[in-house]
């Protein structure tokens, strides 16, 4: 998973996704995916950016090639704020390769806020100093 700078040019950010996927290729991996999830809120800013543009690549790829990915994404700073590689089960790998990566689901009617980590809703309640 990509998250690239939504404000980053267009062309910056596909020539990030072409390279990413040109290098699994050169690994002697293979590409099966690559799922535009578009802009989104970013649960917690990086660099100073809220928003960031979400790439899933599904592929199959050596270990080589995930290291010389992570190597380009951390010199792309400004374009690429950050990614994440996630090995697959098998169960799970077959099904990414057949339909790529879904969109995540938010159930949350609309307008409605995340429940607080630390199990206040904002209502008050709780203990009280005294």
Known sequence: MLILNADAAEEQQEEIIERVRQLVVDGGGEVDHVNDWGPRKISYPMNKQSNGRY?????????E?????????????????????HRLGPADAERAKANGAPLP???RPEGEQRPRRDGRDGRGGGRRRR
Request: net charge negative.
């Open 55 to 63: 790439v899933v690549v599904t592929c199959s790829a050596e270990s």
């Open 65 to 85: 090639s995930l290291d010389e990915i992570g190597r380009v994404l951390a010199i792309s700073k400004d374009v690429a704020l950050r990614s994440m590689f």
């Open 105 to 107: 689901v938010d159930d």
